[in-house]
């Protein structure tokens, strides 16, 4: 039976987050995806802007992690903290988890969602952890951290476990649909493979991300024309809030 499990984090002061990530069990592996949206939101949970092309999905030899909430880390990129802590990638998918959640910042720890995924003894499992929530696991189905009713539909008339092609599809087209109606969600969408006793495989955008390694880096690529944050109000009311946020 394929079962959805919402994420939900409450976010706080200015932050960076948004994003659509979901993982599928397939019959020949496991697929996960996200889109690649960091949205900045002031002290009332208001988003100002966005920008596109960012990771929130990280893998290395063991289990893969995908990150939704709030994906700054005291003001670093979180692609940059786990650059630095790339042991936290090497633990099984039902332990992953709680290892990133020991080593992130408290305020992190309580305004992320993630979900993991790798084989354990050969056989494939999807893991989740909220910040208010305990770690839940499945060996079937989907764990997404949005309720979305096109790929719930999609995938349940299969009547079947999907094939690693089809889930691809399926990932694409509902993160595409919903960023329609989302403005938190969009971008290029990431798209990863995982098989048995093989090397994780992107089917689409792998995002390495900028050498940035802060978010205020981020904004100060921005100011110098490097970089596009778009504006969700007036360009000046953008620049207020991250003059307010990162300081010229």
């Known amino acids: 039976m394929l079962l959805p499990l919402v994420l939900i984090a409450v976010l706080s002061g200015y932050q960076y987050g948004g994003t ?39 893998v290395e030899r063991g289990a893969a992690v995908a990150i939704t909430g709030s994906i700054g880390v005291e003001g670093e990129l979180f692609s940059s903290f786990v650059n630095r802590n790339r042991f936290l990638l090497e633990r099984p998918v039902n332990e992953i988890l709680f290892g990133f959640g020991l080593y992130l910042p408290f305020a992190n720890s309580n305004n992320v969602g993630m979900i993991s995924a790798g084989f354990v003894d050969g056989k494939p499992m999807i893991c989740s952890k909220a910040p208010v929530l ?104 953008l620049d207020r809030h991250l003059d307010a946020a990162c300081s010229k």
């Open 20 to 58: 659509f990530v979901a993982a599928v069990v397939c019959e020949d592996g496991i697929v996960v995806a996200s889109d690649s949206r960091m949205t900045f939101t002031d002290e009332a949970g208001r988003a100002f802007g966005y920008v596109d092309g960012f990771a929130k999905i990280y």
């Open 134 to 237: 305990p770690q839940t696991c499945l060996n079937s189905g989907y764990m997404s951290n949005k309720d979305s009713a096109l790929l719930r539909d999609t995938l349940m008339k299969l009547g079947r476990a999907p094939t690693t092609e089809e889930a691809a599809s399926a990932l694409k087209i509902a993160i595409e649909e919903y960023s329609r109606s989302d403005l938190a969600i969009g971008g290029p969408i990431s798209i990863l493979k995982l098989t048995n006793n093989s090397a994780p495989e992107w089917l689409a955008n792998s995002f390495l991300n900028s050498s940035s390694s802060q978010i205020c880096d981020v904004v100060r690529e921005y100011r110098a024309g490097r970089q596009r944050i778009m504006p969700l109000g007036t360009a000046a009311d």
